[in-house]
């Protein structure tokens, strides 16, 4: 057990550690953070660290999954239809790429550009989820509905498509499949959204891990430390989320996802971005982009909807799909 005891020991456990403590902050998936940190401390291949972060995602999505069903927050009905389509393809989406190629060196090649364009499309997705809040939030419309009916086949491709997702690249069950279940159901009230997205995201990457392992076995010197870090960082994550403004830990995460997916794909060599080098620039500049335009941008389609470009309603309030819109402007909170 010593010669686990080193310094990439300690590096993999921080790693879980942070993520953990953003995913029990916020709620997103640890996979669209932890595979990304992981590739850049260069600590495996990528179907390794694809495989250890889906292990130990089974593990702390798990306690999480028994709190809120203990609450009854989950919709049972709505995740059981979710499962029925994510299952079997996270555990056919990694043999598919093993399918493409034998080769360990392509197979890291394809399952980096693969993980790259997932946190690109993970980034894409939460913003959208804003602005589909935002549009409800000014029809006035909106009425919580937590036991919707179910639109089966839908929920189905949905379910399949994030199932593939998560199987491939880990990436997906607390992001992508959010924004589909937001847009299929906007009805569902906050907690009930999380609830059932947090409890299908169990089974499925468990099934995606297992999948995973059969193909590639399991890094013992990666997952034993990454559970250490992860299981604490969720822990205390979700003890302070009451107390930490939401809306700039999730605007930082919008900018790290786009950050880390451009990386991959630079670091694959992709080639509109040349395969013979890297450009650290490029990424910095991206990167500083989205930090300044993103809030510029926001503040224009807000205005275009009749609202102030800043205040009220928060990315809080717009997040919630119980908000009602009399309640805009009436009262400042700490994360405008």
């Not at 056919?92 to 190629?101: E, K």
């Not at 999948?211 to 997952?223: E, M, Q, R």
Request: hydrophobic share 55%.
């Amino acid at each position: 057990m010593l010669e686990f005891i080193t310094i990439t020991f300690f590096s993999i456990l921080a790693a879980g550690f942070i993520v953990g403590i953003v995913v029990g902050l916020t709620g997103m998936g640890g996979g669209a953070l932890m595979t990304p940190a992981l590739l850049f401390l260069g600590v495996g291949e990528a179907a390794t660290v694809v495989t250890a972060d889906l292990t130990a995602a089974a593990v702390y999505k798990t306690g999480g999954a028994i709190v809120h069903k203990r609450e009854g927050s989950p919709n049972m009905q709505l995740a059981k239809w979710l499962m029925i389509g994510s299952i079997p393809m996270a555990l056919l989406g990694p043999h598919l790429v093993a399918w493409f190629t034998d080769d360990i060196d392509e197979l890291n090649h394809v399952l980096i550009i693969c993980i790259g364009f997932a946190l690109l499309l993970a980034a894409a997705t939460y913003a959208l989820r804003l602005y589909v809040n935002l549009l409800r939030v000014r029809s006035g419309s909106h009425v919580v509905d937590d036991n919707p009916t179910i639109r089966v086949v839908p929920t189905l491709l949905v379910g399949m498509l994030g199932g593939l997702l998560v199987g491939i690249t880990s990436v997906g069950s607390g992001s992508v499949i959010m924004i589909a279940l937001l847009m299929l159901y906007p009805g569902l009230s906050a907690v009930k959204l999380v609830g059932t997205d947090l409890v299908q995201a169990v089974p499925l990457v468990l099934a995606a891990a297992v999948s995973n392992i059969a193909l590639h076995g399991i890094d013992w010197a990666i997952l034993v430390p990454l559970v250490l870090g992860s299981v604490p960082g969720t822990i205390l994550g979700s003890m302070l989320a009451p107390r930490v403004p939401q809306s700039f830990i999730r605007r930082g995460i919008v900018v790290v996802l786009t950050m880390s997916g451009v990386a991959l794909l630079d670091k694959s060599g992709w080639a509109p971005l040349g395969e013979e080098e890297t450009h650290p620039m490029l990424i910095a500049g991206i990167g500083l982009a989205v930090l300044v335009v993103l809030p510029i941008v926001w503040g224009f389609l807000r205005k275009q909807q009749g609202l102030p470009m800043f205040g009220s309603p928060t990315i809080a309030q717009l997040e919630d799909p119980s908000y009602r819109p009399g309640l805009v402007g009436m009262k400042k909170v700490d994360d405008a």
